[in-house]
T-cell receptor
Framework: DVKVTQSSRYLVKRTGEKVFLECVQDMDHENMFWYRQDPGLGLRLIYFSYDVKMKEKGDIPEGYSVSREKKERFSLILESASTNQTSMYLC???????????FGDGTRLSIL | KQEVTQIPAALSVPEGENLVLNCSFTDSAIYNLQWFRQDPGKGLTSLLLIQSSQREQTSGRLNASLDKSSGRSTLYIAASQPGDSATYLCAVRSGANSKLTFGKGITLSVRP
């Protein structure tokens, strides 16, 4: 079974802090994704990556950046956290584009 | 722009009932459609994926159908159980290299 692991289930940070959310997958998947999920808005794609050191903007990249230095790890970075970035963050991976995405358990991030 | 709609937002049924969850999409030119389950505070678990060339997929008590021409998919759950209580999301991929577009989900409650 594919395992996608997000480093923290819950995280509390303060406005202006630089925040790192980590995601690791163990199935040698090419593609990795970061979403945020908010009540009434559903899942929205922030960034995705097709390969190591490659990244593409999703629907809502503003205020975020990503890093993929190794195939198995995809990091989401909040450069200067703001209260409107309080959300549930979900990481996913897929073997190739067009194939099923497998999700981690999510990180519930609160920015105070 | 593809839009995915799931109505109603919530559904409550007695245990043992067969039920159908609906998903509609605006652009019928899709690559595939995926159904997910999400338990409270958790990530998404992939249930079924239907390719554009397929009409249905089955897994245990679950059956998903796809009618591209009418822009609709249904998830049929047979003999519902309290353990089926969760939020069910459908997601559409418009092209082989396209991102997933998610519906907002249907929260299902199965009463014992």
């Amino acid at each position: 079974d594919v395992k996608v692991t997000q480093s923290s289930r819950y995280l509390v940070k303060r406005t202006g802090e630089k925040v790192f959310l980590e995601c690791v997958q163990d199935m040698d998947h090419e593609n990795m994704f970061w979403y945020r999920q908010d009540p009434g808005l559903g899942l929205r794609l922030i960034y995705f990556s097709y390969d190591v050191k490659m990244k593409e903007k999703g629907d809502i990249p503003e205020g975020y950046s990503v890093s993929r230095e190794k195939k198995e790890r995809f990091s989401l970075i909040l450069e200067s956290a703001s209260t409107n970035q309080t959300s549930m963050y979900l990481c996913a991976s897929s073997l190739q584009i067009g194939q099923p995405q497998h999700f981690g358990d999510g990180t519930r991030l609160s920015i105070l | 722009k593809q839009e995915v709609t799931q109505i109603p937002a919530a559904l409550s049924v007695p245990e043992g009932e067969n039920l159908v969850l609906n998903c509609s999409f605006t652009d019928s030119a899709i690559y595939n459609l995926q159904w997910f389950r999400q338990d409270p505070g958790k990530g998404l678990t992939s249930l079924l994926l239907i390719q554009s060339s397929q009409r249905e997929q089955t897994s245990g008590r679950l059956n998903a159908s796809l009618d591209k021409s009418s822009g609709r998919s249904t998830l049929y759950i047979a003999a519902s159980q309290p353990g089926d209580s969760a939020t069910y999301l459908c997601a559409v991929r418009s092209g082989a290299n396209s991102k997933l577009t998610f519906g907002k989900g249907i929260t299902l409650s199965v009463r014992p």
